[in-house]
């Protein structure tokens, strides 16, 4: 009996969990079926405004002096005086005394000099009484007509009357001389470099110092070409007496931890295009920079590197967009009015580091009332359905039911169809 019930155990198990196996399937509960409704990502839109855009091309340069000079003497001597303004940084008057050589060996020249004019015109008034004398011993000799010029002694009364001419020459040059061991300013400006001082002994050629005139300073400002067709270039023609009108320059350097402000303006536009650039460069001129100013700001400094911002033509009918909305390739994302997104390349005319600006009439280009997406999205597709607020308002044509909009991923509808 023991036998046959073990061999019935296994059957009797298998024939019991098959029966349970049909009775769950068979038995199983209905399943409820869910909607998933798409989640929105919440925007940022503004709409689009034909505006005018007053055109400011930004450049920068360097301080450079309008005059630069070398001062070197013309006669030798020993340096003996030294003016105080005759130091890096000092400023001095235009004919004010900056460095005086030994005068001596040069007011020796002129009192030489002065002898020999004196003994020249002795030599002159002997030879003129000669001449006289032998006019008279012809006319006595009873001889008629002219005598010839050696009877007349005129070869010797006008060699007499050379040797005065040079030695009055002589004085001049004396004269002259000694006037130059007194060394004077070619204009009102500054020492930039002084390379002389009292006891050296300076010859012709000999570098005394290095001084600029200060009346204005000029900055090389390069110009992209794409950019300086907006501006007013102060072109010169050779058919033309005057140049084109200047354009107004603002420029901006840091002293002493203060942004200083200089207004200036275009005077002329350099004959060649930078080498290594290929750009054209402009020059402003910024008018007595070295003036005491209200604000206390120190005076401009030569190398010292400034940004300009150059004034141009105001463009009129464009739309000003934000960096921030600018997607690479100058692809823009509009808002539908059905809350959809839609893409959208354009041709900006002008750029800046924080906007673009856009031609509203022209063939790539969105039309006015359209919306901007400010909001930066990872991966937008035309068509996807978007929560936006719109110039600060919420805008109306979510889905029924839809849950609160995920601020940090886009979902995409089904029928959305992402970049490739």
């Not at 400023?91 to 002065?114: N, S």
């Not at 354009?247 to 303006?265: E, F, H, M, S, Y």
């Amino acid at each position: 009996m023991a036998k046959i019930i073990r061999a019935l155990l296994p059957l009797i198990i298998l024939a019991a969990c098959g029966w349970i196996g049909w009775w769950l399937i068979t038995h199983k509960p209905e399943l409820k079926a869910m909607e998933t409704r798409p989640v929105l990502v919440s925007v940022e839109g503004i709409t689009l405004k034909k505006t005018s855009y007053p055109v400011r091309v930004a450049s920068q340069g360097a301080v450079q002096p309008r005059t630069r000079s070398t001062l070197l003497p013309e006669v030798a001597g020993m340096i003996v005086e030294v003016s105080h303004s005759f130091r890096p940084g000092g400023f001095f008057e235009k004919g004010e005394v900056l460095v005086k050589l030994d005068p001596v060996d040069y007011e020796t020249g002129v009192t030489v000099a002065k002898a020999a004019v004196a003994l020249a015109k002795v030599t002159v008034a002997e030879e003129e009484a000669k001449a006289e004398q032998a006019l008279e011993n012809w006319k006595a000799l009873g001889r008629q007509g002219t005598p010839g010029e050696l009877v007349a002694r005129a070869p010797q009364v006008a060699r007499a009357r050379a040797d005065l001419a040079a030695a009055e020459a002589r004085v001049v040059k004396a004269e002259r001389d000694a006037q130059r061991t007194v060394i004077r300013a070619p204009y009102a400006g500054q020492v930039l470099e002084q390379s002389a001082d009292v006891g050296q002994y300076v010859t012709p050629g000999t570098t005394l110092g290095k001084v600029f005139a200060t009346d204005f300073v000029e900055v090389r400002l390069p110009l992209p070409e794409r950019e300086s067709q907006h501006v007013q270039l102060p072109e010169r023609y050779r058919d033309a007496t005057e140049a084109l009108p200047a354009a107004n320059v603002k420029l901006r350097t840091t002293a002493a931890g203060k942004t200083v402000t200089w207004n200036g303006r275009l005077v002329r536009v350099e004959s060649a295009l930078d080498a290594e650039t290929r750009q054209t460069t402009a020059v402003a001129q910024i008018d007595n920079p070295f003036a005491k100013r209200a604000d206390g700001a120190p005076p401009l400094k030569i190398g010292q590197f400034i940004e300009a911002e150059i004034e141009g033509a105001a463009l009129n009918d464009v739309f000003i967009i934000s960096r921030a909305a600018v997607r690479a390739g100058d692809e823009i994302i509009l808002i539908t009015p059905q809350n959809t997104l839609k893409r959208m390349f354009v041709e900006p005319i002008f750029g800046t580091e924080k906007h673009i600006v856009v031609s509203a009439n022209a063939a790539k280009a969105p039309k006015e009332g359209d919306v901007l997406c400010l909001t930066p999205i990872p991966f937008p597709a035309d068509g996807a359905r978007v929560s936006p607020v719109i110039d600060g308002q919420p805008a109306g044509g979510k889905l029924a039911g839809d849950k609160a909009p995920d601020k940090k991923s886009a979902m995409l509808t089904p029928e959305a169809k992402p970049l490739p």
